[in-house]
């Protein structure tokens, strides 16, 4: 990659617009898989050895744990992908508005909807960054793995601008600072666009400017490790059992290694306005 990090934009609105049309209407496509349809041996070795981490059905899982009664309030899903965490939200008694750049998105969550019973929810095609909603119009902004692929400025002064004084936004996201899952995407770059990399605590802290409080807790330091029982193994099930193993006890283990948190693969941010 000829440009860095710092060089670059998140702003590539274009470029996110067009790799998640065309990753969503692959048929192939699943929900657990890493970067869609796996097209030559090299990338089946790659998605093969990945560290084992949380997914987008466990990612959502714990942060909808983390809001708590959501039962009546008006709630953003902020760039819903293929609706895993609108549908969570929904059947938790929430009043919904999923959005996201991508229509083939957008018409994946609307699908997923479709046998709920509930008519609390709206799905629409609108950039993050420059929604058309009103002023102070959510409860809760919330979104798995959204952020990182957001120009920090203005994210967060548009989620501060759609939520009501008082209100909460609380996502979960890359951390960037873990040697194990850089080393990973440094390999692997053609499962992502350029106008995304995971986020660093001064990138938490510019978009926290936009909040009167910032909260965060790191996690998934310990399940990284499972990349290399799958080095040793070439197994599947053993790479998958041990970060299961290592996820249980990681809570047990910062107790004594707290330090060793900023190397986390994942962390679950909370904004209150």
Not at 1 to 16: A, I, L
Not at 42 to 71: H, K, Q, Y
Not at 87 to 95: F, H, I, M, P, Q
Not at 121 to 143: E, K, P, Y
Request: aromatic share 10%.
């Amino acid at each position: 990659m000829k440009n860095t990090e710092q060089q670059m934009s998140r702003d590539n609105v274009e470029e996110e617009l067009k790799y998640y049309d065309k990753l969503y209407s692959d048929e192939s496509y699943s929900d657990k898989q890493i970067g869609g349809k796996k097209k030559n041996w090299f990338n089946r070795l790659l998605a093969d050895m990945a560290p084992t981490i949380p997914n987008v059905w466990e990612c959502s899982d714990r942060l909808v744990s983390e809001l708590g009664d959501i039962g009546g309030k008006k709630v953003c899903d902020l760039g819903c992908g293929t609706g895993v965490l609108t549908e969570k939200l929904v059947k938790r008694g929430a009043d919904v508005h999923a959005i996201d750049i991508s229509s083939e998105a957008v018409k994946k969550t609307k699908e997923r909807l479709e046998k709920l019973p509930s008519s609390k929810v709206l799905v629409s095609r609108m950039n993050a960054c420059a929604t058309s909603f009103d002023n102070d119009t959510f409860d809760i902004v919330t979104g798995t793995y959204i952020l990182h692929h957001m120009d920090i400025t203005k994210s967060g002064k548009e989620i501060s601008r759609i939520l009501k004084p008082g209100g909460r936004a609380v996502f979960t996201e890359p951390l960037a600072h873990n040697p194990i899952s850089n080393l990973w995407r440094k390999l692997s770059p053609q499962i992502r666009t350029q106008n995304e990399w995971p986020l660093r605590y001064k990138e938490v802290r510019e978009i926290g400017k936009n909040f009167s409080l910032t909260k965060y807790d790191e996690f998934d330091f310990l399940p990284l490790f499972s990349a290399i029982v799958y080095l040793v193994t070439f197994n599947q099930n053993a790479k998958a059992r041990s970060a299961e193993y290592l996820a249980r006890i990681e809570p047990s283990f910062f107790k004594v290694f707290a330090p060793l948190k900023r190397f986390s693969g994942e962390i679950l941010i909370e904004f209150i306005k």
